[in-house]
Every structure is written in structure tokens, then in C-alpha cells.
């Protein structure tokens, strides 16, 4: 069983930044694929980033790409959002996810992960 606690969301202006932090329970998380997920209201869960499990792979949603760094550090067992450049659109509730037998180095689909965290809320407002 894998745990995941999402923390760092907030409420921010647009233009700010937030950093997302998703820690991971497990001794083998060195070797999960990883990933940010988010919910708008009323909308579908939709992918934002993700990372491979030594981190040397990572791969963005367009609407994110240059703005928003995923990254990992397996010695804290933890993968991490930086947002950058936030935009009202960005609103959503941020999940992080976890597949800890990744059939590819990037994971893209939410039905490719196992575990799910929480989530954190974010809010840019204009």
C-alpha cells in the first residue's frame, strides 16, 4: 500500500508561483513513476505533469509546459510541482499519483496509476 499527502497549494495571484509537494510512503519509491494530476469544478481530472522513476524523464500538458517543473528527490521520498507564471485557469484541486510498477518510464494516463493523494487546492485569482 502506497499513502500520498499532497501539501503547498494555496490561494495565489496571478503571475505568483506555488510549489506543490507530494510525499510517499513506501521503500521502493525510487522506482515509481509519478505524477500531477488536477480537477477543475465541473471539469474532468485532466494530466499536468509527470516524471519517470529516476527523474530523467518528465513530460508536460501543453497548457503547463514552460511554466510548471515537475521534479523528484528519492531520498525523501517526495515529487514536487513548481508553479510558475500561475494563470486563473490554473484553479483546480492538484492530485499527485503513484504507480509503483510503471509499464513506461512516463505514466500520462490517470488509469495508468494506482494511488491517489488527497489533493490540494489551488486558486490564482486575477
Known amino acids: 500500500q502506497v499513502q500520498l499527502v499532497e501539501s503547498g497549494g494555496g490561494l495565489v495571484q496571478a503571475g505568483g508561483s506555488l510549489r506543490l509537494s507530494c510525499a510517499a510512503s513506501?521503500?521502493?519509491?525510487?522506482?515509481?513513476?509519478m505524477g500531477w494530476f488536477r480537477q477543475a469544478p465541473g471539469k474532468e481530472r485532466e494530466f499536468v505533469a509527470a516524471?519517470?522513476?529516476?527523474?530523467?524523464?518528465?513530460y508536460y500538458a501543453d497548457s503547463v509546459k514552460g511554466r510548471f517543473t515537475i521534479s523528484r528527490d528519492n531520498a525523501k521520498n517526495t515529487v514536487y510541482l513548481q508553479m510558475n507564471s500561475l494563470k486563473p485557469e490554473d484553479t483546480a484541486v492538484y492530485y499527485c499519483?503513484?504507480?509503483?510498477?510503471?509499464?513506461?518510464?512516463?505514466?500520462?494516463?490517470?488509469?495508468?496509476?494506482?494511488?491517489w493523494g488527497q489533493g490540494t487546492q489551488v486558486t490564482v485569482s486575477s
Open positions: 516524471i519517470s522513476w529516476s527523474g530523467g524523464s518528465t
Open positions: 499519483a503513484a504507480d509503483p510498477y510503471p509499464p513506461t518510464a512516463i505514466v500520462v494516463v490517470a488509469k495508468g496509476y494506482d494511488y
Open positions: 513506501g521503500r521502493t519509491f525510487s522506482s515509481y513513476a
